[in-house]
């Protein structure tokens, strides 16, 4: 079947939800994902003024390429962006014409229910500034914040924080390593008048996580510590915990399929009884459910309940083969 054919039955089931996004004031959300709807590894997106192609196992032909951008201009006539990231570290390896690079690298703004986001398409990192498939927790925090105190953790641009903010929350700590992230965070804060309520935190997330928690501050073994910020011990109504898959640093080791309780204990005891706490995991191979439980476990060993629970779904935009979306996001009351 030929991509046209493809990416019309996309858009088609999508019709629904692009009218809502009309309604509610957003302009980000993905048009075609795939790995479900036909050609693994190609995602094709709207980002506010602009379509954007990623491919992530091949590269596109000139044709492929062609007929992609004719069909997208059918819909709305848009600059198109096409990043080839085929090669396996990720990174974007082609090169564009200089009127469309110069487009591409320039600061954009997009809105998803009406909040404002700042997004790049070429920059120094590897993604656009927003993940989409993230818009059900921001539209979670945004509605549960009202007069809240939020702990947004591996932050990135601080897109869970804008909206926490924006919903109303009294203070909310953005944690992340990277500055570039942060600097994006700002911006976002500024986009949408919220920066007085918004604080940011450069910073490894273990020593933060563990300072706030209370905790001593320690390392891997051999490892010699970094200087790092020095936090109080402060507990949060609403913590959001969106670690990354792998990471290692001289503090620790993010491990999502082997040991996500070594950052979701300390978070836990930066919550507040009869706080919320949003629990992310982006691996597929871990199972929803065996990963709900040992998350209530860990609750329970520290001597606290998990009171509620609710699962939050991506949108339509993000289909999965059999409901499971690699995407895991919980929301769990703590008593």
Known sequence: ??????????????????????????????????????????????????????????????????????????????????????????????????????????????????????????????????????????????ANSLNKTVLNLFSYTCGIGTAAAVGGASRVMNVDFSSFALTAGKKNAELNNVSDVCEFVQSDAFPALRQLAGLKVGGRRNQKLPKYPKLPATQFDLVFLDPPRFAKSPFGIVDLINDYQSLFKPALLTTKPGGIIVCCNNVAKVEREAWFDALVRCVEKQGRTVTSYTWLDCHHDFPSFDGNHPLKMVSLVIS
């Open 1 to 142: 079947m030929s991509i046209s054919t493809l990416l019309a039955s996309a858009l088609e089931k999508r019709q629904d939800l692009l009218a809502q996004a009309i309604t509610n004031n957003t302009d980000c959300y993905r048009v075609f994902h795939g790995t479900v709807e036909g050609i693994t590894g190609l995602n094709i997106d709207r980002y506010g003024e602009a379509w954007l192609i990623q491919s992530f196992h091949r590269t596109l032909t000139e044709d492929e390429q062609k007929e992609i951008s004719d069909s997208l201009t059918r819909v709305e006539d848009l600059p198109i962006i096409y990043n080839d990231r085929s090669d396996k570290n990720s990174r974007v390896m082609n090169q564009l014409d200089v009127n469309t690079h110069d487009f591409a690298s320039q600061d954009q703004v997009m809105h998803e229910n009406g909040i404002k986001f700042t997004s790049k398409l070429r920059h120094e990192g590897q993604d656009p500034l927003l993940f989409l498939d993230m818009r059900i927790g921001r539209e979670f925090v945004k």
